[in-house]
């Protein structure tokens, strides 16, 4: 809707001129207040002021045109310049056209938004007109006719709303019909014009929304295809229209910094929005591909980020088991898994479990996913010869308590890590590989000799990220029993599982947020033992096993018999860690 153009300045003047009285200009503010309807339909409303009074003292005020809608004539051509949503949503009405200036009637000639939208839409500069509300009203009815009806059907009870991305990218596929120009001074006016920042605006909002982790943009062919990455698993989105697909990309590039003008290689930036009364970073990666360059966000949650060790879903024990090796003054702490395993924030939320005004604690990360305050942060910048060996180098002479190490790629960072586990500092970092003993063989192949892994890791963990079910509308059941003998579950012949519904919380999908499973190898003297006679991965772990630790799968069979997640979802994730040879200890 139009934005009001009485304030409270002007209910003064109308005070003042004596059009009304001092106590209906404080009745109307009341009303403004707690109704939040425009002053201007409120004064007529209340018989105030007749529309026609309202109108001459605003042309008085601010030496508007007024223009009599009823005696007036529009052409085809004019009219389908803007959409009949778009003129009944925001009362204008497109008038005549001269070159390249678009004439329209409207409520508030200074609603600048809407000028900007009417611009963008028609593709023109436009000249407002002022005309009363009931005129434009029946003019909309009268030019349109019944696609005047069609469209506020269509809108229903989004009238008077704010635009939805559904709502917004209707209403521009109806109105552009050309191919957007491939000019940098074009793309980058369009990437300032209104309705490209309320899409990229929305596809964001969306995201933060259904609580996604990424929004990717995608260019096709004949459309854009945008899905979000929701707990793990990919959903489709509202697509806006191809012809947007260029002043899209370049609005994300405008927002991160990036070269408008270079569409062949990737680039990388990123930028802060405020959404839903919190800061939320967001990474931006743009990668040229076939019919142009797909932008993948990535929603850095602060909120979600900063979280307790106890809320991330660890059982007692493994937190019992965390707590004990982290606090640890010196050594090495690992967490690994494949890409979207939560391994940052477990990293993340072990800092915060450490940190204290006596810890100088510092990261070095590529690129740096959430600013944490009261942590030095260094982001590797291998363009300029900032790697993650030459960063780690200058930050041990910083004489740092914690050192952060976003992940260990080569056998160099692997050794400059190792020996600063070994000289008194504790630290933590991430590799990607399947299970904790897999990392033990990682390290060896990376030149890492057996007695240092064994002199300086204090714990590897493997983790993995599990939907959780929604507790209003999961179902329970009882399970086949030859799967209970199949997972191993003594005693639970009668378990109580659960399997999702779907429902409006969960969004008709069953589950609802993520939870953590692990399987925690600390290395015990035993275990230091096979590692420096170069046992077998096979060896290491079947003797982990016989000291107790549990799989991921066993991890996740916790989970399934806690009525927290489905077997369905179990399988899904622990596909490959099948190996249930010893009996499950249950709670």
């Not at 090796?325 to 391994?343: A, Y």
Request: aromatic share 4%; with cysteine; glycine share 6%.
């Amino acid at each position: 809707m139009s934005k009001d153009i009485l304030t409270e300045e002007l209910l003064d003047r109308l005070v003042k001129f004596k059009k009304i009285k001092p106590e209906a200009k404080s009745l109307i503010m009341r009303e403004a207040r707690e109704s939040a309807k425009p002053l201007s339909d409120l004064l007529i409303a209340h018989e105030l002021l007749s529309e026609h009074e309202m109108i001459s003292f605003l042309c008085n005020e601010f030496g508007f045109t007024p223009i009599k809608l009823g005696v007036i004539t529009v052409d085809d051509a004019t009219l389908a310049l803007i959409h009949p949503k778009f003129a009944i949503k925001h009362s204008v009405v497109p008038i005549s056209k001269f070159e390249n200036t678009l004439t329209v009637a409207m409520k508030n000639p200074l609603d600048l938004d809407l000028i900007d939208d009417l611009k963008a839409i028609a593709n023109l500069r436009i000249k407002p007109v002022i005309a009363l509300p009931s005129e434009l009203r029946e003019a909309i009815e009268k030019l349109y006719g019944g696609k005047a009806k069609e469209a506020k059907a269509a809108l229903g009870g989004l009238l008077g709303e704010e635009e939805t991305l559904d709502d917004l990218i209707k209403i521009v596929q109806e109105t552009k019909g050309e191919e957007v120009s491939d000019e940098i001074k074009d793309l980058m006016r369009q990437a300032q014009d209104t309705p490209v920042i309320k899409v990229a605006n929305l596809l964001l909002v969306d995201g933060i929304k259904r609580k996604a982790s990424d929004v990717f943009i995608e260019p096709w062919e004949d459309a854009i295809r945008v899905r979000y990455r929701v707990d793990g698993l990919l959903e489709e989105g509202k697509s806006p229209p191809k012809v947007m697909g260029l002043a899209l990309v370049s609005r994300f590039k405008v927002m991160s910094q990036l070269n408008i003008a270079e569409r062949r290689i990737p680039q990388d930036g990123r930028f802060k929005i405020k959404a839903q009364n919190r800061e939320v970073d967001v990474r931006v990666s743009i990668l040229p591909t076939s019919f142009g360059e797909k932008v993948c966000l990535r929603i850095l949650d602060k909120k979600a980020q900063t979280q307790s060790l106890e809320r991330l879903g660890f059982s007692e024990q493994e937190l019992e088991t965390i707590k004990s090796l982290v606090v640890k003054p010196h050594g090495m702490v690992l967490v690994t898994g494949p890409t979207g395993s939560g391994k940052t924030t477990t990293l993340y939320s072990i800092l915060k479990y450490l940190d204290s005004p006596e810890k100088n604690i510092t990261t070095v990360e590529d690129p740096v996913e959430y600013q944490v305050e009261g942590i030095n942060q260094v982001n590797v910048k291998e363009k300029i010869g900032l790697t993650f060996p030459g960063a780690l180098r200058s930050i041990l002479r910083q004489d740092p308590d914690i050192i952060l190490i976003g992940e260990i790629r080569d056998g160099e960072t692997m050794d400059i890590a190792n020996k600063a586990a070994l000289t008194g500092h504790l630290v933590l970092s991430s590799l990607h590989t399947n299970d904790s003993v897999g990392s033990i063989v990682r390290m060896i192949n990376m030149g890492i000799e057996p007695y240092l892994i064994a002199s300086s890791v204090l714990m590897i963990s493997a983790q993995r990220l599990l939907r959780r079910l929604c507790t209003n509308c999961r179902k329970a059941y009882q399970p086949d029993k030859e799967l209970i003998k199949k997972l191993n579950l003594k005693g639970k012949k009668d378990s109580q599982f659960y399997e999702p519904v779907g429902c409006g919380r969960c969004r008709h999908l069953g589950y609802l947020g993520r939870t953590v499973i692990t399987e925690i190898l600390p290395l015990t003297p035993e275990i230091k033992d096979l590692i420096m006679r170069r046992a077998t991965g096979d060896e290491i772990k079947a003797k982990a096993r016989r000291l107790g630790m549990s799989t991921l799968r066993e991890s996740a069979v916790t989970r399934v018999i806690c009525g927290e997640t489905s077997l369905d979802e179990m399988f899904r994730v622990t596909t490959g860690d099948q190996d249930l040879e010893s009996d499950l200890v249950t709670p």
